[in-house]
């Protein structure tokens, strides 16, 4: 089956460490992206990438990092100097001339 | 000012109530726009596009307004099931999210 897949889905940090969160799809689908949603903010953009070995910042970016070496494939790490990165993280992905967006099902992240 | 912004309810509402909301956005450029339904700690799903002309799907229409930069929502006969958050969606080189409204349907 096609689909976007995110993991792990629960994620524990202690202060001071990176992460890495991993997004995977098999949807051929060229445009990739991250979001952060918390309560009662919605969701809010920190990259996004359109082709393979290319992204760009979205409007929170500053403590995240990613990287796309391959279609399929969009990780994104939460670094040491995202203050508070305890959240809901989505990714998603879509076609290129197509309005849908397909997400995965989401990492919770806590800092502990 | 948000780029997408949306009264975030919630509104409470028995069941086979018609409910009603809306959404702006501030860029004026925007090419398309949707509406997202999202379960409690779900992943967004596309509920519906928004057409220029209006359009339905099943119980649920979606409108457009350009001139004063507002998409709609309204939900007739309400089910139980439609009870989530929904989301406004603007896209112009990026899909821009709202906060989302909140909507609880009671027996």
């Known amino acids: 089956d096609g689909g976007i897949t995110q993991s792990p889905k629960y994620l524990f940090r202690k202060e001071g460490q990176n992460v890495t969160l991993s997004c995977e799809q098999n949807l051929n689908h060229d445009a990739m992206y991250w979001y952060r949603q918390d309560p009662g903010q919605g969701l809010r953009l920190i990259y996004y990438?359109?082709?393979?070995?290319?992204?760009q910042k979205g409007d929170i970016a500053e403590g995240y990092s990613v990287s796309r070496e391959k279609k399929e494939s969009f990780p994104l790490t939460v670094t040491s100097a995202q203050k508070n990165p305890t959240a809901f993280y989505l990714c998603?992905?879509?076609?290129?001339?197509?309005?849908?967006?397909?997400f995965g099902q989401g990492t919770r992240l806590t800092v502990v | 000012r948000k780029e997408v912004e949306q009264d975030p309810g919630p509104f409470n509402v028995p069941e086979g109530a018609t409910v009603a909301f809306n959404c702006t956005y501030s860029?004026?450029?925007?090419?398309?726009f949707f509406w997202y339904r999202q379960d409690c700690r779900k992943e967004p799903k596309l509920l519906m596009s928004?057409?220029?002309s209006g359009n339905e799907d099943g119980r649920f229409t979606a409108q457009l307004n350009r001139a004063s930069q507002y998409i709609s929502l309204l939900i007739r006969d309400s089910k139980l099931s439609d009870s989530a958050t929904y989301l406004c969606?603007?896209?112009?080189?990026?899909?821009?999210f709202g906060a989302g409204t909140t909507v609880t349907v009671r027996a």
């Open positions: 998603a992905s879509r076609h290129g001339t197509s309005p849908e967006a397909f």
């Open positions: 860029n004026s450029a925007s090419q398309s």
């Open positions: 969606v603007v896209n112009l080189y990026k899909l821009s």
């Open positions: 928004v057409y220029s």
């Open positions: 990438s359109q082709i393979v070995n290319d992204f």
